[in-house]
């Protein structure tokens, strides 16, 4: 038997998969559905997501963030931090280098 959080995690790799599967398609809003359906469940679940899953949505519009599809990643050389733009809702996340 699979515990709870083991449970959550499988669920919402699954919904991150299917996300981007939508947003090759060009469906936005469902895109948006599952990633909110998956933060939904981690905070049901209690199951904090991974770093790299935590980068991979947006905060602000839950888009899924993909390079040159739904964001634009820069490296910023003034603050040294990598900057991450939505192309959903324009919002820009800072994330500092060699984290
Ligand atoms: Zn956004």
Do not use: H, W
Request: charged share 40%; with cysteine; aromatic share 8%.
């Amino acid at each position: 038997m699979k515990s709870k959080l083991e449970t959550a995690e499988d669920r919402v790799k699954e919904l991150f998969k299917l996300a981007e599967q939508e947003l090759r398609r060009g469906n936005l809003e469902r895109t948006k559905r599952y990633i909110n359906l998956a933060r939904k469940i981690g905070m049901k679940c209690q199951y904090t997501f991974p770093k790299e899953l935590k980068r991979k949505f947006c905060k602000k519009c839950n888009m899924l963030l993909i390079p040159k599809i739904s964001c634009e990643i820069k490296l910023n050389k003034k603050t040294k931090t990598m900057d991450i733009k939505c192309f959903n809702c324009n919002n820009i996340r800072r994330y500092p280098y060699g984290e």
